[in-house]
């Protein structure tokens, strides 16, 4: 972060086939199953901990960049409204992509401001002080060439894992497996690349002696989002993120096994970050290696989401029939078109309640098949 130098950027059956809502006496929704057996004792603690992180950085960067932002209004406006645009556009697509259904706001929303805010300020710090480090271990020369290449992936890996953590204590049910950490790292890692693109852009221009303006905000901000963007921060994050997932599962109590799948998940994380970072392949090489990158992120979520819908559809069945379900039904529930062509398949004033049957068919499938990733060791 801040280094130009070699970083790239019931029971019963509706007579439609979908399922009969179940409740008390008034017909009300039965409560949504999202979870068993979790601790709450840290979740306060966790959830200060991201907002006092995230308060404490944003100052720190604010009054940092405060002489930038006068001196050159225009850039930062172009910067800025580039780096809204990834984020609304990221946000929506990150969330969009954790089968079955996004995972809560709440726990989204603290995943990316830890990015945005207490990884970048953070970074700020770690990455000038090890910087200096290397600097005397290394010499000037050649620490300006290679010290990208180790500065990033231990703070900035570190520091965004550190969010992924936090996420999943404060919020208990959005990391119930390595699914979730996946969504929620790629989150965290959006958040720190938006601010990461922001501050390149600006530094394009502020090198440059105020040479370039808008222009060059425009030109940096976009190649950083549409080429090297693939496989970088977010993808890198939900590598690592994974790895807390799978600690999560284990209701942080894990096995060897488990254990040695996480630390290699971090430590691959580690490896594609000082791979994009390294000063080899510049220039278009730079796009190559994004797209390494974001071929072993695809790799691994692709492979995380067909384990979890096979044993989301086999707790669906189970499910569906305890409420009385035929298997096809059941089984539609799993995807989010199915359940829109179920809910407009009944008159407009039950779908509230069918709406809350489905959250609660899924909320209690999602736990079964997250239980059975657990004892499965993933």
Not at 8 to 21: C, E, H, N, R, W
Not at 105 to 128: E, I
Request: glycine share 12%.
């Amino acid at each position: 972060m801040g280094r130009p130098r070699h970083e790239p950027g019931s029971s019963a059956t509706a007579a439609d086939g979908v399922p009969a809502p179940r409740g008390g006496a008034a017909g009300a929704p039965a409560p949504v199953d999202r979870g068993r057996g979790r601790p709450a004792g840290p979740v306060p603690a966790a959830r200060v901990l991201i907002v006092a992180g995230c308060a404490v950085a944003l100052v720190y960067v604010a009054l940092l960049m405060a002489g930038v932002v006068a001196a050159f209004p225009a850039v930062w406006a172009g910067a800025f409204l580039i780096g809204a645009a990834t984020l609304v556009f990221g946000y929506w697509l990150l969330r969009r992509i954790r089968p079955v259904r996004a995972p809560e706001r709440a726990a989204s929303a603290a995943a990316v401001a830890w990015g945005l805010f207490a990884v970048t300020g953070a970074a700020l710090v770690a990455n000038a002080a090890l910087d200096g480090v290397l600097a005397v271990a290394m010499g000037p020369r050649t620490a300006d060439l290679w010290g990208a290449a180790v500065s990033g992936p231990v703070d900035e890996e570190l520091l965004k894992l550190a969010g992924v953590v936090l996420v999943a204590v404060a919020f208990p049910y959005a990391v119930r497996g390595p699914v979730d950490g996946f969504v929620i790292g790629a989150l965290v890692g959006l958040g720190f690349q938006v601010m990461e693109n922001l501050f390149m852009a600006v530094q394009e221009v502020t090198g440059r002696g105020g040479l370039g303006g808008v222009e060059m905000v425009v030109q940096s901000g976009l190649t950083r989002v549409l080429l090297t963007g693939l496989g970088t921060h977010w993808a890198l994050s939900a590598v690592a993120g994974t790895a807390v997932g799978l600690v999560a599962a284990a209701a942080w109590r894990p096995r060897p096994r488990t254990v040695a799948a996480a630390v290699l998940l971090v430590v691959l994380a580690m490896a594609m970050h000082a791979f994009i970072n390294l000063p080899v392949l510049q220039g278009i090489g730079v796009v190559v290696k994004a797209l390494v990158n974001f071929a072993v992120a695809m790799a691994l979520y692709f492979a995380l989401r067909r384990a979890h819908l096979r044993r989301l559809r086999d707790a669906l069945e189970e499910a569906g029939a305890e409420s009385g379900m035929d298997r096809a039904t059941s089984l539609a529930q799993a995807t989010r078109s199915g359940r829109r062509r179920a809910l407009r398949g009944v008159p407009a004033d039950e779908r509230a309640a069918l709406g809350a049957e489905q959250d609660r068919l899924v909320g209690e499938a999602e736990s079964r098949a997250f239980e059975r990733g657990s004892r499965a060791g993933g």
